[in-house]
């Protein structure tokens, strides 16, 4: 039987609770959001964190209370965000990869327009954070908002800083990047290596719609969570992140999956585990 994916965002850097005033922000509340989505079936998470003041930060010593909080639950696959926050700079964003050496991390492949803001990702800067993540065995996800990163990527990969198993994040339906419809996600997917992951994040109104992509085409996972979209239905919040992953995880047995835990993350992925 084929295994679903389910990857939980819970909470971005750029969402706020004007949003959705469920987001969760401190480390105990995006603690207990991973622990309820894990328990609907989300198998990764994939961490940002947030300062006092609930606004974006790279400062590990945040992170490691995070994942120290989370670790007391649950056996979650942790992946830490390197996007970080729109305006960051490298060596902010970078940082977690040293000083938490987690199991996956997101590397976003290219630089792009996000909504009237933009995210810089130059092949420098991918260099350098794909140098860190073999460094200490870290799993990228590749992170793409654009079928540009995809070619981006591939001039890591003849480089020999990106090593198999692949795993590709298709974000889909950012403002002003890829939108999400099915020819564009089959055209993502048809020019990743073969043998590489794939899951597919469908921005706002994508969210649904993208789970059909990955059960149409057969081989992807899916993301859900608040970083990414923040209703439930047209005009209705969603009330939790574990409300997302429970549809996600309905969804996918529905059209025929058996629903990933952490230990089949870790082989499918062939991740170091849990120091
Ligand atoms: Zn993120």
Redesign the pocket.
Known sequence: MKKMIITC?VC??ETTREHNPNLPLTPLEIADATYEAYLKGASIV?L?VRDKEGKATQDPMVFKEAIRLIRERCDIVIEV?T?GAVGMTDDERVAVIQELEPEMA?LDCGTVNFGDEYIVNTLPTMRRFAKEMIKYNVRPTLECFDISHVTAADILIKEGLLKAPLHYGFVMNVPAAIPYDIELLNLLVSRIPKNAFWTVMGVGRACVPAHYGAFALGTGFIRVGF?DNVYFDKGVLAESNAQLVERTAKLSREAGYEIANPADVREILSLKGIA
Do not use: I, N, V
């Open positions: 965002a971005g850097a994939h940002h965000t996007g997101s970083e």
